[in-house]
Structures are given as C-alpha cells and as structure tokens.
C-alpha cells in the first residue's frame, strides 16, 4: 500500500512541474509582445506590463529572493528576449539590405 501512494505521489508531483513547465515556456508570452515604430525600425518589443514584470524579477534576483516558479518565468522571459533579439536584428539586416538597393 504504501509504495501505491509513493507512485501516485511523484506522479502528481511529476505532473504539477510538468503543467507549471507549459505555463512558463515562451509561446506562452506571445500575447506580450507588439510592434512598435522606433526611429526608422518596426521592431518586436515587450509590452509595457511584461518589461515591469522582467524587471521586477530581475531585482528580486538580485536580491537572491526568486522562487522557483519566478525562476522559471524569469527564463522564460529571458528565452523570449533573446528570440525577439534576434528577429529584430534579421528585420533591421533585411531593411538595410532593401533601402541599399
């Protein structure tokens, strides 16, 4: 009996990280970001309410105050930064490319 509800107990446990995982991937930010006019570029940015959310985390990082949750939605945001880095930088090489034509 008692190894039955170890099984179920990792089980659940296995599945709560699992789920908790899938909220905290970066397709799930997607509604977080726009397109925004700056200077001459059209580039992917964060919303206003997503760049305060980064910073707060960044600062109770620095604090060495993040949960695990805040761990994972902190990577998540970075995983996200990175991507629209460097989608911004292929669209800012493929309009310098056009207007040089």
Same mark, same amino acid.
């Given at each position: ?15 709560? +990280? ?23 570029? +059209?580039?992917? @940015? ?9 910073? =707060?985390?960044?600062? @109770? ?12 939605? =902190? ?8 991507? =629209?880095?460097?989608? +911004? ?7 310098? +490319?056009?207007?040089? @034509?």
């Amino acid at each position: 009996m008692r190894q039955k509800i170890l099984i179920v107990i990792q089980l659940s446990y296995a599945t709560e +990280n699992a789920v908790r995982s899938a909220l905290h991937q970066p397709s799930s930010l997607i509604h977080t970001i726009q397109l925004k006019r700056v200077d001459d570029w +059209n580039l992917f @940015k964060f919303s206003n309410s997503l760049q305060l959310r980064m910073e =707060l985390l960044l600062a @109770k990082k620095k604090a060495d105050q993040l949960t695990t949750d805040e761990i994972d939605e =902190l990577d998540s945001i970075g995983d996200l930064d990175r991507i =629209l880095t460097h989608a +911004n930088a292929m669209l800012a090489a493929h309009d310098s +490319n056009y207007l040089n @034509k």
